[in-house]
């Protein structure tokens, strides 16, 4: 029987590329995705002989390029079992002067492209023994900051195709199972130029191993919990599906 594979869209830095180093110590081939040829070769390097690796340069932006993705993997691989849903944009401005260009393109990347990914991969998912989608979300989806108004928005509406995932997979009884994890700080490339000099407090930063670990759990059916909901993951060790409870979490961190 063929390994399982995986598709991680963003995979050249930062979770993506951590996610897909995960799934490969775990026996998946891979499906790498993002706009940088450079990272993905680096990242295909670094797997080597562990599994089959697909490169695939996308430019989000276009949703005709992103509804070829799926169909070339199932393709080259002949299944699809799981799709993680993890290249994203954060432009920072304020609502007021947020220019349109910046909100489409924002809703564009993070949001309406995983859901082509989702509307081209059901068939294979749900043809696969396990079929999973998780998608990256943020705690900016509960709690925005300012400038953040578009990243929030797109992190909002990613936690909702979530839910639709599990609610319409449920009503097809095609049994793909849908995550959301809305996290904090990891350090990224992404992170890092959002804060700028912003200097995180104690215990806010969360582990990239452990913030994949959790990944992994979801993939691996060990959060039967959170199947359509978004998983707030504050800080280093604290995980919550009560939105509540994370915003408070949030407050104390930040003493806010």
Not at 195 to 217: H, N, S, W
């Amino acid at each position: 029987m063929s390994r399982p594979v995986a598709l991680v869209t963003g995979a050249s830095s930062g979770v993506g590329r951590a996610c897909a180093l995960g799934l490969a110590e775990r026996g998946f081939d891979l499906a790498v995705a993002a706009r940088r040829s450079d990272e993905l070769d680096a990242l295909a390097r670094q797997l080597g002989d562990s599994c089959r690796v697909m490169i695939r340069c996308v430019d989000l932006h276009d949703p005709e390029e992103t509804a070829r993705v799926v169909p070339e993997v199932v393709d080259e691989f002949g299944r699809l079992d799981v799709l993680l849903n993890i290249a994203g944009i954060f432009d920072i401005a304020p609502l007021h002067e947020m220019s349109l260009g910046s909100l489409q393109r924002t809703l564009a990347i993070n949001t309406i492209a995983p859901a082509i990914l989702v509307r081209e991969a059901w068939a294979a998912l749900a043809a696969a023994p396990r079929g999973v989608v998780l998608n990256m979300s943020s705690l900016a989806s509960i709690d925005p900051f300012p400038g953040a108004g578009a990243y929030g928005i797109s992190k909002s509406a990613i936690e909702g195709l979530t839910r639709s995932v599990h609610v319409e997979s449920l009503a097809a009884e095609a049994g793909i199972e849908a995550y959301s994890l809305a996290a904090g700080c990891i350090d990224t490339p992404m992170l890092r130029s959002v804060l700028g000099d912003i200097e995180l407090p104690a215990g806010a930063e969360i582990p990239m191993d452990q913030f994949v670990g959790i990944a992994m759990d979801c993939i691996e059916g060990r959060r039967p919990e959170a199947r359509g909901l978004p998983l707030f993951v504050v800080r280093d060790g604290f995980a919550t599906l009560d939105s509540e409870e994370a915003l408070e979490a949030i407050r104390v961190l930040w003493k806010a």
